[in-house]
């Protein structure tokens, strides 16, 4: 299901802290990716915003760039109801927004939703078919834009199967090479990499280290099948390969790697120690680096 692949741009960012944001804040900090010149917004769903309706909000306060909410939760809308919201989207705003599903995690679908949480791959390939069988007015004028943020070898089989490719956040380089053997050569492989933009590297081990630990609960088997072996230790090695830290040269460096790799686009989640404000400044430096 790879045929007309959106054109997302070479790289992108991941906006993972927008729930902090107050409303104002978040348009003004698209404003600044779309002026930078990024060619596609990701942004999370967990327990904060609803998806949808921060899709359309940031799809109103911009002009040209491509909206992709890259996590959102199977469990947060039934199948209908999400597939009447992208079309909706659609419709409001042809060819700019994405939509990235999510299988979520146990504690997040039992203990906040109150769903029972099913195996994923199974689940999410139910999800899939009742969005697929959903009625909404006239029918789609093209197949759904939709991508899973797919990280497990059935799970990237299922998005090469019934998405127009996959969106894994938080890998090493090495899982984006075996991420592109599973998904064959035609299927949008769009990949999200953690960045600190610190030249000289002395003020940012810790933060990265955070970061990298809260990776782990779902990652521990595919980190160790890729040559990891003792994850939970989180040495300097993993650290280094989850979280990118260094100048703009070092994070264009390892964009290169995962283009290298198979990756279409690769998203930047740029870190800070201050979440709640908008790193606009560190989104600028690396697009005139990335981006010129």
């Known amino acids: 299901m790879s045929d007309h692949r ?27 990716i779309e002026d930078a010149g990024y060619g596609t917004l990701w942004f999370p769903e967990t327990t904060g ?51 990235g599903l999510w299988e979520s995690h ?10 029972r949480f099913g195996p994923p791959p199974a689940t999410m390939r139910a999800y899939l078919d009742a969005m697929d069988a959903a009625p909404f007015g006239p029918p789609a004028s093209a197949p759904p834009r939709r991508v899973l943020a797919a990280l497990g070898p059935d799970m990237l089989e299922l998005a090469r199967r019934r998405a127009w490719g996959a969106h894994p956040l938080g890998m090493p380089v090495e899982h984006t090479g075996n991420a ?47 040559g990891f072996e003792d994850v939970d230790s989180l040495d300097d090695r993993l650290v280094d390969a989850l979280v990118v830290r260094g100048s703009a040269d070092d994070i264009a460096h390892r964009v290169e790697e995962h283009l290298d790799a198979g990756a279409d686009h690769v998203s930047l989640y740029v ?17 005139a680096r990335l981006l010129a």
Not at 6 to 32: E, F, K, N, Q, T
Not at 106 to 115: F, K, N
Not at 276 to 281: A, F, G, L, T
């Open 6 to 32: 959106p054109d997302l741009g070479r790289v992108g960012i991941w906006a993972g802290d927008l729930d902090g944001h107050s409303m104002a804040g978040v348009r003004d900090a698209v404003a600044a």
């Open 106 to 115: 146990p504690s997040l679908a039992e203990d906040i939703r109150g769903h």
């Open 180 to 226: 592109r053997a599973v998904l064959g050569p035609d299927a949008l492989l769009a990949v999200a990499q953690l960045v600190i933009l610190d030249p000289d590297r002395s003020n940012s081990a810790g933060l990265a280290r955070s970061y990298a630990a809260a990776l782990l609960p779902n990652r521990r088997a595919l980190l160790r099948d890729l």
């Open 271 to 287: 870190l800070t120690t201050t979440p709640r404000i908008p790193p606009i400044r560190q989104w600028r430096e690396l697009a």
């Open 49 to 99: 915003r609803e998806a949808m309706a921060q899709a359309a909000v940031l799809l109103a306060a911009t002009r040209r760039i491509t909206v992709a909410a890259g996590t959102a939760d199977i469990y947060a809308r039934d199948a209908v109801t999400t597939a009447a919201g992208q079309r909706t989207l659609d419709e409001a705003f042809p060819g700019r927004f994405l939509l």
